[in-house]
């Protein structure tokens, strides 16, 4: 059984900063080969794209919103994926939660992704 455990989430004051983490296990989990993902869904609006990155951690990708605020890295030796999230606007607050898929193409859809965690929730006031 796969888990997915995102953790840092929290309050902060705009402008502010915030580093989530998401710390993957499982017995026939690998994780070095998976693209991991970071989605966001804020109250009445469906789950987002935040950031991808892929299974070496030298290809990433962001939704236009995060861009030069957001840096999406992993650590493959700790299983562990992590989203820096610095300057950020009430309009980044959500749950925020991690994904797996071995599918490295379409890392943007939400269907591609085969395990997910159950969230971590940042609030940004203004």
């Known amino acids: 059984q796969v888990q997915l455990v995102e953790s840092g989430g929290g309050l902060v004051q705009a402008g502010g900063s915030l580093r989530l983490s998401c710390a993957a296990s499982?017995?026939?989990?690998?994780?070095?080969?998976?693209?991991m993902g970071w989605f966001r869904q804020a109250p009445g609006k469906e789950r987002e794209f935040v950031a991808a990155?892929?299974?070496?951690?030298?290809?990433?990708d962001y939704t236009d919103s995060v861009k030069g605020r957001f840096t999406i890295s992993r650590d493959n030796a700790k299983n562990t994926v992590y989203l820096q999230m610095n300057s950020l606007k009430p309009e980044d607050t959500a749950v925020y939660y991690c994904?797996?898929?071995?599918?490295?193409?379409?890392?943007?859809?939400?269907?591609?992704?085969?395990?997910w965690g159950q969230g971590t929730q940042v609030t940004v006031s203004s």
């Open positions: 499982g017995r026939t989990f690998t994780f070095s080969v998976y693209t």
């Open positions: 990155i892929n299974w070496r951690g030298d290809s990433t």
């Open positions: 994904a797996a898929t071995r599918f490295s193409s379409n890392r943007r859809v939400r269907s591609v992704y085969e395990y």
